[in-house]
């Protein structure tokens, strides 16, 4: 970096002026629903004057799919299928909250190996998941070289994904009570099943020195340009109390200051025998959200490396019946995604379907925060804390 | 060992934390690992009021409708027979643990309106205005209780019970049958047997 310029004591463009008052009147700009940085099909109906936003409409339901309805005509080891649906960045993570809800109402103990599975390939969604915004978000506010190299990066673990589940962005991986055994992987009788396939130890070990060292290159790469360290810093800034109040999770509630991830508070996942940190932010503006986010590749790098050193041996798949019956209770089970929290609340009659399954998203969440975030933001800003909000419209519209 | 203690100190706070709740509210229950808490429908807007002061419960987490009936039109019909009805649901927690209360209310599809949470939890917009378009269900004092996801000239709720999954009546769904051949394969059977 350069020495002439402080970051610290940098003019913002958020703060720059312009030197000439023209009078001018509100006009209505309709943003989307087709634009490349909406991610999807959101669109804003915003009121501006000139570059001064003065409020914004999200208009959602582009992407409504109805999922709480289809899951109540559909069997529970069906409805996986629909919810990998959800969160397509990082659809193996919203099996795990539903998957543990329903194990937790039939009262299963998953084994041991297929937990550390089930946490191994969580944590290469996040990584991936993590990666996309790594190029995006960059892409978005105008840097062109990062996504190249997320973008291939990323290959290397979904490739990871690929080779135990069979798909790279719908795995549909989880039974109730295991985890899927590996197709042709041979007689499910002998003592230990192959359950990865061979080399994964040692693909996995490379694939994640190769995250490392990415997220070296993006910290000296993104967050060391001045440019993208203007167009960043004091822009978009969240506070704890706001985010609180709005159900705004994940990396966004911890670029706030709150350290507050589930990993380390719930037990969905045996995360309590890893060691790692929570990365949070000081500010809460755009480019916390980015460091945030970008810590964490390098803590998720590091429990999968532990997780496949004392990876436990034994069974994959608890003894379940053969038709799944869930008894009848209600549960509400929920798991630190890539984008915040996501949560099943599972009502179950005693079927072969939940009643009623009620899908909490980060995204739908996470976005409510938009009209509040952009009032009063320039236009150009607009881009940048939209991209730093991480949103997949699956997961807002559900 | 580190991570070992921190989690048994967790649970004598969670335990702590449930306790509390329970003390402090008649009607509740907590069953695999939820804590819920049934109040009347006078004292919904009270016990949100009385969750977020007293007990730091400031994160707003979800609100949601469930239709109670006994003729559905999708899904299965509950075993027992139930009183039709809405159950209204929140669900609330904290941002230091791992504590969190869902609490539920009831009320009558005949009159199904009820106060809105958004003077307490601005966050319970959205969540409102979706209850409202899916389950019919009037918010009162609501800033906005406009459509969410459906279009404006939208007519029916479409997660109330008696609700059709149009396509299914078309075609019923494949997954209902277990396991059976593909086509070719069965022909090929045949021939076998014959």
């Known amino acids: 970096m350069s020495q002439t310029m402080d970051p610290n004591n940098m003019p913002f463009l958020s703060e720059a002026s312009v030197s000439v008052e023209i009078e001018t009147e509100d006009m209505t700009l309709n943003i989307g629903p087709q634009h490349p940085s909406t991610h999807g099909v959101l669109r804003l109906v915003a009121k501006v004057n000139g570059e001064k936003i003065s409020s914004v409409e999200p208009v959602l339901g582009y992407m409504h799919r109805g999922y709480e309805k289809l899951a109540e005509v559909r069997t529970y080891p069906q409805v996986t299928t629909l919810v990998n649906r959800i969160d397509w960045v990082s659809g193996f993570a919203n099996e795990i909250p539903f998957i543990a ?3 937790k ?7 041991e190996r297929a937990q550390y599975i089930r946490l191994i390939l969580t944590e290469m969604a996040r990584i991936s998941s993590h990666f996309v915004f790594n190029g995006a978000f960059p892409l978005e506010i105008g840097a062109l070289t990062p996504i190249f190299l997320a973008m291939e990066d990323r290959e290397r673990v979904l490739d990871l994904l690929e080779s135990v589940t069979g798909g790279r962005f719908h795995p549909n991986f989880n039974r109730i009570g295991g985890v899927k055994p590996v197709a042709g992987a041979g007689p499910t009788t002998k003592k230990d099943i192959q359950d990865l396939p061979a080399g994964f130890y040692h693909d996995t070990k490379v694939a994640m020195e190769k995250v490392l060292k990415a997220v070296d290159t993006f910290e000296d790469l993104i967050g060391g340009n001045e440019v993208f360290q203007a167009r960043t810093k004091k822009v978009g800034i969240l506070t704890k109390e706001v985010a609180e109040e709005y159900g705004v999770s994940g990396p966004i509630l911890r670029a706030s200051g709150v350290e507050f991830d589930l990993r380390k508070q719930s037990d969905y996942l045996p995360y309590d025998k890893f060691d790692f940190e929570i990365p949070i932010g000081e500010n809460g503006d755009c480019f916390d959200r980015w460091s945030v986010r970008t810590s964490e590749m390098r803590e998720s790098a590091k429990i999968i490396l532990q997780a496949i050193e004392d990876m436990p041996s034994g069974p994959i798949q ?4 053969k038709v799944i019956k869930v008894p009848k209770g209600q549960t509400y089970v929920r798991a630190e995604n890539p984008k915040g929290e996501m949560g099943y609340y599972i009502i179950s009659e005693g079927g072969l379907g939940p009643y009623r399954l009620k899908i909490r998203t980060a995204s739908f969440s996470n976005i409510s925060i938009l009209p509040i975030m952009l009032e009063g933001a320039l236009l150009p800003d607009l881009i940048a804390i939209m991209g730093s909000l991480d949103f997949v419209l699956g997961d807002v519209d559900r | 060992m580190k991570s070992g203690e921190r989690k048994t ?3 004598s706070d969670q335990n702590e934390f449930i306790n509390s709740i329970q003390s402090s509210f008649k009607n509740t229950s ?8 049934n109040v009347d429908i006078s004292s919904w807007i009270d016990t949100h009021k009385i969750l977020k002061k007293d007990f730091n419960l400031s994160f707003f987490n979800w609100l949601s409708a469930v239709d109670w009936d006994n003729e559905v039109k999708t899904g299965d019909a509950p075993k027992e027979p139930v009183t039709p009805s809405f159950e209204i649901l929140s669900c609330l927690s904290q941002t230091n643990s791992n504590n969190l209360v869902i609490s539920s209310t009831v009320i009558s599809k005949e009159n199904a309106e009820i106060e809105s949470l958004v003077d307490v939890f601005a966050g319970a917009n959205w969540h409102e205005r979706e209850a409202c ?6 918010f009162l004092n609501h ?9 404006d000239d939208y007519e029916g709720n479409p997660l109330l019970k008696s609700f059709e999954l149009i396509s ?4 019923p769904w494949p997954g209902d049958v277990d396991v059976e051949g593909m086509p070719e394969e069965s022909i090929v059977v045949e021939e076998k047997g014959s």
Do not use: H, S, W
């Open chain 1, 101 to 103: 809800g329903a194990e």
């Open chain 1, 105 to 111: 109402l039939m009262e299963i103990e998953v084994p």
């Open chain 1, 318 to 321: 608890a003894k379940v019946p």
């Open chain 2, 9 to 11: 100190l967790n649970q």
């Open chain 2, 30 to 37: 907590y069953n695999f690992d939820t804590l819920k808490i």
């Open chain 2, 133 to 138: 378009e899916m389950f019919g269900i009037n």
């Open chain 2, 143 to 151: 800033p906005n209780l406009t459509k969410l996801y459906l279009p």
């Open chain 2, 168 to 171: 299914r009546e078309v075609k």
